[in-house]
């Protein structure tokens, strides 16, 4: 009984892990705002959400959270997030035109398809997520 129960739990480890490892390859993802990974995601035609953000914003944290959730409730979604540094990044805020920072504009490929500043509903936000991200086959 005992042996059976450290081999489900090993069982249980290996597939979380596998799993883990796989859905990376589609999960959403963080990375600093570059020029060259905003036109890659352009050129690929992929899902991606532009984060106009600061660490000192309340409301940036908050959005924050609700992308992680996001993440953890669809790990295949293949949106990547490009966190621009509303202090430090003057020349995106604008292009983006970011009035302000806890702005998100979402595009698949070249086409924006959503723009939100200061929102914090998980529901509005997953939404839009949901209408760009991966379809597994």
Not at 32 to 58: G, H, M, Q, Y
Not at 97 to 122: C, D, M
Not at 125 to 130: C, G, P, S, V
Request: charged share 25%.
């Amino acid at each position: 009984m005992l042996m059976a129960n450290v081999l489900k739990k090993s069982v249980a480890i290996a597939t979380l892990s596998l799993l883990g490892s796989l859905s990376s390859v589609y999960a959403l993802t963080f990375e600093p705002f570059t020029e060259a990974k905003f036109n890659t995601l352009k050129k690929s035609n992929s899902a991606f959400l532009i984060d106009v953000r600061a660490d000192w914003c309340p409301t940036c944290k908050k959005q924050h959270e609700i992308l992680k959730d996001y993440q953890t409730l669809n790990p295949n979604s293949g949106i990547t997030v490009l966190e621009v540094d509303f202090d430090k990044q003057k020349q995106w805020v604008k292009y983006f035109k970011a009035p302000r920072q806890s702005t998100f504009a979402l595009y698949k490929g070249n086409k924006q398809i959503w723009f939100a500043v200061a929102e914090t509903k998980s529901e509005a936000i997953f939404k839009q997520l949901d209408a760009v991200k991966v379809v597994s086959k």
